[in-house]
């Protein structure tokens, strides 16, 4: 069974726009980890925040984790084209020690 | 430039048949991971292996069959008894701080991936 489960599962914006991507998970996690993956490829971390950080910055990304409600939050600023692709949250839990959870990604389409 | 090499990119199984997907890594990575992609789907683990000669199931092992003979290499086989095997292979390693230490907080780094197709 899948830890994380992402929402929306598909997201259209138009370039320049703000987009967010919501992550809820059921375990308690040491960390969550976002990772983004171009069509037809591997996937490329961005961020990973701690059991104890509610929020971390990387660029024009914004991550957000709120342990009590067991979710997380994507936010890319100022979307351009190339930021097209799925995102992936993924748990890491003390009881699978270095195994990460991936959810079922959330499908970004940034239109020029 | 340091990375994960998966290769070969497209491959094609007759029924009956075993196949074996190829996975080297140059990052000095202990860790080493296989997952299984379908269409619109998240990444689910075959098998891990945390240090040489020695691997782990994961969730959707059975079918499957993996070797860690070298750190810097962890070649998966798709046997016969995997009755679907037709998906999008990826492969990922990571740091392993070892025994006593965090281990969970360590990103992990993919390969581009092989796809496998039923002939």
């Known amino acids: 069974s899948q830890q994380g489960e992402e929402d929306p599962q598909a997201l259209s914006i138009q370039e320049g726009e703000n987009a967010t991507m919501n992550c809820s998970y059921k375990t308690s996690i040491n960390n969550l980890q976002w990772y983004r993956q171009n069509s037809g490829r591997g996937l490329v971390h961005l961020i990973l925040?701690?059991?104890?950080?509610r929020e971390k910055h990387s660029g024009r990304l914004r991550v957000t984790l709120d342990t009590s409600k067991k979710s997380s939050s994507l936010l890319i600023t100022a979307s351009r084209a190339a930021d097209t692709a799925s995102y992936f949250c993924a748990t890491a839990n003390e009881a699978a020690g270095n195994k990460l959870t991936f959810g079922g990604g959330t499908r970004v389409l940034v239109k020029p | 430039d340091g990375g994960i090499t998966q290769s070969p990119k497209y491959l094609f199984r007759k029924e009956g048949q075993n196949v074996t997907l190829s996975c080297e890594q140059n990052?000095?990575?202990?860790?080493m991971y296989w997952y299984r992609q379908d269409p619109g789907q998240g990444l689910r683990l075959i098998y891990y292996s945390q240090i040489v000669n020695d691997f782990q199931k994961g969730d959707i092992a059975e079918g499957y069959s993996v070797s860690r003979e070298k750190k810097e290499s962890f070649p998966l086989t798709v046997t016969s008894a995997q009755k679907n095997p037709t998906a999008f292979y990826l492969c990922?390693?990571?740091?392993?701080?070892?025994?006593?230490?965090?281990?969970?907080?360590?990103?992990?780094?993919f390969g581009d991936g092989t796809r496998l197709s039923i002939l």
């Open positions: 990922a390693s990571s740091p392993f701080a070892g025994a006593g230490m965090d281990v969970s907080n360590q990103p992990q780094h």
């Open positions: 925040i701690r059991s104890n950080e």
């Open positions: 990052l000095n990575h202990d860790a």
